[in-house]
């Protein structure tokens, strides 16, 4: 993870993000991402959290943009993270979650999110 190292500052930026999606709520990685100063940069959100061994971080938070988890369908880390989810009271239908809109980025993470 070339980028990171290079940048570790850029690291603790992310996690940091990471870590501020309140319990319940959801974000996209590249949410994650403008909010730790790197728009564009997706991937290196994705990249760190699957290189993430600290059991405290919730990565399970973390969704594509379109809210579906990123992990194949029925495999052990999809059914985990939906778990997971769902035990924050999050409405997970078919590996897909609401996202909430992004009219605003503190807002889209820390604002409600519409569970119907």
């Known amino acids: ?5 290079a940048d570790p500052s850029a690291r603790t930026r992310i996690l940091d993000a990471i870590r501020d999606v309140p319990h319940g709520s959801v974000a996209g990685y ?7 100063g790197l728009p564009g940069r997706a991937r290196l959100v994705a ?3 699957a290189d993430n061994e ?4 919730p990565w399970h938070r973390i969704l ?10 029925g495999s052990k880390p999809h059914r985990e993270q939906a778990r997971r989810l769902r035990a924050e009271g999050v409405a997970v239908v078919a590996g897909r979650v609401r996202m909430p809109r992004a009219d605003d980025l503190d807002a889209a993470l820390w604002g409600p999110v519409p569970h119907r």
């Open 47 to 49: 990249r760190l959290l």
């Open 1 to 5: 993870m070339a980028a990171l190292s």
């Open 64 to 73: 594509r943009h379109d809210g579906r988890i990123a992990f194949p369908a």
């Open 30 to 36: 590249g949410q994650i991402a403008r909010r730790a």
């Open 54 to 57: 600290d059991p405290s971080l």
